[in-house]
């Protein structure tokens, strides 16, 4: 691939991170604006293919206006009055949630009484923005990612949240039940892609995930035989299952074949175990 000019919005969190390593290690010329630019000073700082990374994940229930400023608001000014080549917007397959399949044409169901809810519709917002701003001069791409696993020892995503609890505490605590299920993606796999999707997609919409539902019991499986931990399931767990997300337009434009999530926990769990040590000396 030739070499190509980027920018990263976003760039100081998991997913940007990566992505602006990848790509300069790919030999591209990228640019990090900082992320407390004002809308007016950001879009003045935009070239290139613009990957649109700045959102909340872990942490959006707490700060719901700010959810909302991150998925919708910035990125109205963004497209509104931003010059770029191409423009991916990254939502997530938590959209899926509540419906009946897991294709981008697949129609999808919000309650915007639930709390939870309030990031489906602000992502489905963004969304719809981008629908509404794409043009083939300038155009406009959706992705929507899948959780990610790898390289960000801070999260507070659901596996790391069980691999500290097993380094940490030798228990894990699951609230929800082991045959609940999702997908996951590798962070690897993840860079990689919204590389060929900013300046090669043709698609408007794209699901970035494995495409496979792994279940608790496969993820506290591997966590115990790598720490030994033990595991405790709250009673009454809920059974939460996602539909099963649909990577045929991945795999059908750009001959994607996933690496499996699991296999790269124990490259994390070593991680973790230098990290906690460092921080305990």
Same mark, same amino acid.
């Given at each position: 691939?030739?070499?190509?000019? @980027?920018?990263?919005?976003?760039?100081?969190? @998991?997913?940007?991170?990566?992505?602006?390593?990848?790509?300069?290690?790919?030999?591209?010329?990228?640019?990090?604006?900082?992320?407390?630019?004002?809308?007016?000073?950001?879009?003045?700082?935009?070239?290139?293919?613009?990957?649109?990374?700045?959102?909340?994940?872990?942490?959006?229930?707490?700060?719901?206006?700010?959810?909302?400023?991150?998925?919708?608001?910035?990125?109205?000014?963004?497209?509104?009055? #931003?010059?770029?080549?191409? @423009?991916?917007?990254?939502?997530?397959?938590?959209?899926?949630?509540?419906?009946?399949?897991?294709?981008? #044409?697949?129609?999808?169901?919000?309650?915007?009484?639930?709390?939870?809810?309030?990031?489906?519709?602000?992502?489905?917002?963004?969304?719809?923005?981008?629908?509404?701003?794409?043009?083939?001069?300038?155009?406009?791409?959706?992705?929507?990612?899948?959780?990610?696993?790898? #390289?960000?020892?801070?999260?507070?995503?659901?596996?790391?949240?069980?691999?500290?609890?097993?380094?940490?505490?030798?228990?894990?605590?699951?609230?929800?039940?082991?045959?609940?299920?999702?997908?996951?993606?590798?962070?690897?796999?993840?860079?990689?892609?919204?590389?060929?999707?900013?300046?090669? #997609?043709?698609?408007?919409?794209?699901?970035?995930?494995?495409?496979?539902?792994?279940?608790?019991?496969?993820?506290?499986?591997?966590?115990?035989?790598?720490?030994?931990?033990?595991?405790?399931?709250?009673?009454?767990?809920?059974?939460?299952?996602?539909?099963?997300?649909?990577?045929?337009?991945?795999?059908?434009?750009?001959?994607?074949?996933?690496?499996?999530?699991?296999?790269?926990?124990?490259?994390?769990?070593?991680?973790?175990?230098?990290?906690?040590?460092?921080?305990?000396?």
């Amino acid at each position: 691939m030739k070499k190509e000019v @980027f920018t990263v919005l976003g760039a100081g969190g @998991f997913v940007g991170q990566a992505l602006t390593q990848w790509l300069r290690h790919r030999g591209h010329d990228v640019h990090t604006p900082e992320r407390q630019l004002s809308p007016n000073e950001l879009v003045t700082k935009l070239s290139g293919h613009v990957v649109y990374c700045i959102g909340l994940t872990s942490d959006f229930r707490r700060r719901p206006w700010d959810t909302v400023d991150a998925h919708v608001c910035m990125l109205r000014h963004v497209l509104s009055h #931003g010059e770029f080549s191409s @423009f991916t917007y990254l939502s997530s397959t938590r959209v899926y949630l509540g419906g009946q399949a897991g294709n981008e #044409g697949a129609a999808l169901t919000v309650q915007p009484e639930l709390a939870d809810q309030l990031y489906n519709v602000s992502k489905l917002l963004g969304e719809s923005m981008c629908h509404t701003a794409h043009s083939a001069e300038r155009p406009v791409r959706v992705v929507r990612l899948s959780n990610v696993v790898g #390289g960000d020892l801070s999260s507070e995503n659901f596996i790391y949240t069980l691999l500290r609890e097993a380094l940490t505490r030798g228990v894990i605590q699951l609230n929800s039940s082991l045959d609940s299920s999702k997908d996951y993606i590798a962070i690897s796999d993840v860079v990689r892609m919204i590389e060929r999707i900013a300046v090669a #997609g043709q698609a408007r919409c794209y699901n970035l995930a494995s495409g496979r539902q792994i279940t608790n019991a496969e993820i506290v499986e591997a966590i115990t035989r790598l720490t030994g931990a033990r595991v405790i399931v709250a009673d009454n767990s809920p059974q939460i299952v996602f539909p099963q997300i649909d990577i045929g337009r991945l795999k059908s434009e750009f001959n994607f074949t996933p690496s499996s999530p699991i296999e790269s926990l124990e490259e994390i769990v070593a991680l973790l175990k230098q990290n906690i040590q460092r921080s305990n000396s």
